[in-house]
């Protein structure tokens, strides 16, 4: 019977586990850093989109009730 290959997360996590504590808290802050930041260029691309929606009048205007009239038609 063959053992199990370790996947890459589980050799991630076991190479940030095998640091020092100061060195895994570093390594925490600079994932949070980067999903932020990953997250502003996700809505900047969203927003972006949203005002090419409106100037080339793709966009839907309306209240909330017309959303929900809208989706309960689908």
Do not use: C, W
Request: no cysteine; net charge negative; aromatic share 2%.
């Amino acid at each position: 019977m063959s053992i199990p290959q370790a996947t890459p997360f589980q050799k991630a996590l076991e190479a940030i586990e095998s640091l020092p504590s100061d060195a895994q808290v570093e390594i925490i802050d600079i994932i949070k850093k980067r999903l932020a930041e990953d997250r502003r260029e996700e809505i900047a691309a969203n927003a972006h989109e949203a005002l090419m929606a409106v100037k080339e009048g793709r966009a839907i205007y309306g209240t909330v009730e017309d959303l929900r009239k809208d989706l309960q038609e689908e």
